[in-house]
């Protein structure tokens, strides 16, 4: 008897520029500044269309630099 190959996907929420603009409450010139600024993680791909970000990364750079905007995840 063979054991079949389990092949597991994770699922990796993305965000681009105006996903991040809307997440903050700022416009998409200020995001894309904000993206551009080093404390801010890498993109997790770059595509033709530009960068999109791992959503847990951009989750933990609000929790550091923008506090008040963390998403309280005892309360969800």
Same mark, same amino acid.
């Given at each position: ?51 999109? @970000? ?6 933990? @750079? ?15």
């Amino acid at each position: 008897m063979t054991t079949p190959n389990v092949c597991f996907v994770a699922k990796i929420k993305l965000m681009g520029t105006a996903e991040i603009g809307q997440r903050l409450g700022v416009g998409r010139s200020r995001a894309h500044a904000i993206t551009r600024d080093r404390s801010f993680p890498e993109p997790y791909q770059t595509l033709v269309m530009g960068s999109v @970000w791992d959503a847990n990364d951009v989750e933990a @750079w609000i929790r550091q630099h923008r506090p008040e905007l963390a998403e309280d995840s005892e309360t969800e």
